[in-house]
T-cell receptor
Framework: GNSVTQMEGPVTLSEEAFLTINCTYT??????LFWYVQYPGEGLQLLLK?????DKGSNKGFEATYRKETTSFHLEKGSVQVSDSAVYFC???????????????FGRGTQLTVWP | NAGVTQTPKFRVLKTGQSMTLLCAQD?????MYWYRQDPGMGLRLIHY???????AKGEVPDGYNVSRLKKQNFLLGLESAAPSQTSVYFC?????????????????FGPGTRLTVL
């Protein structure tokens, strides 16, 4: 089946620190991988995505590389800001068995707090 | 474009009461979804719809019903609320155009409804 396991939080960092949030997955078919971000009081927004092995998704200084050999999609940012404080969700979408639904399977979320 | 909107934003119910959550999207998307978000659980799919007049069960459908009478609206109903249904509910929608080209269509999320059942 399809599932996502991501690093449990909370993660607390000082501004300009390096961020890594680990994410691994199991999937049938050929999954696409995503990171969503949820700012306080808001819905989820797509942060970045990668649709095939070795693709690198990037946005707002965040990056994640689709590693098929390790079934991973770790989120990284070289220098976090206070405004990055949010909950981050790793997710996969697998289109297999003829289904075109492409539903999302989410990890449990990682709370990131960045202090000035 | 308003995107995906949800009403109400907050609601408190007593056990056994019923209510309907409304999701509306103005992007002409075919697919719509209802998720619930619980601490430490991520988002779990309750029900979804692949088009007007069609609905299907997700991971955690028990205690909920849905309807998609109009393409732009997806309603989530609780017939007899229970404390276990205390959660934040998110609606999302997605188009299908890119699927035809083998790509992925982004799911767009609403701001959520915080429901407490006493």
């Amino acid at each position: 089946g399809n599932s996502v396991t991501q690093m449990e939080g909370p993660v607390t960092l000082s501004e300009e620190a390096f961020l890594t949030i680990n994410c691994t997955y199991t999937a049938t078919g050929y999954p696409s991988l995503f990171w969503y971000v949820q700012y306080p009081g808001e819905g989820l927004q797509l942060l970045l995505k990668a649709t095939k092995a070795d693709d690198k998704g990037s946005n707002k200084g965040f990056e994640a590389t689709y590693r098929k050999e390790t079934t991973s999609f770790h989120l990284e940012k070289g220098s976090v800001q206070v405004s990055d404080s949010a909950v981050y969700f790793c997710a996969l979408s697998s289109i297999s068995g003829g289904s075109t639904l492409g539903r999302l399977y989410f990890g449990r979320g990682t709370q990131l707090t960045v202090w000035p | 474009n308003a995107g995906v909107t949800q009403t109400p934003k907050f609601r408190v119910l007593k056990t056994g009461q019923s209510m309907t959550l409304l999701c509306a999207q103005d992007m002409n998307h075919e697919y719509m979804y209802w998720y619930r978000q619980d601490p430490g659980m991520g988002l779990r799919l309750i029900h979804y719809s692949v088009g007007e007049g069609t609905t299907a069960k997700g991971e955690v459908p028990d205690g909920y019903n849905v309807s998609r009478l109009k393409k732009q609206n997806f309603l989530l109903g609780l017939e007899s609320a229970a404390p276990s249904q205390t959660s934040v509910y998110f609606c999302a929608s997605k188009g299908t155009a890119a699927l035809l080209a083998g790509a992925y269509n982004e799911q767009f999320f609403g701001p959520g409804t915080r429901l407490t059942v006493l």
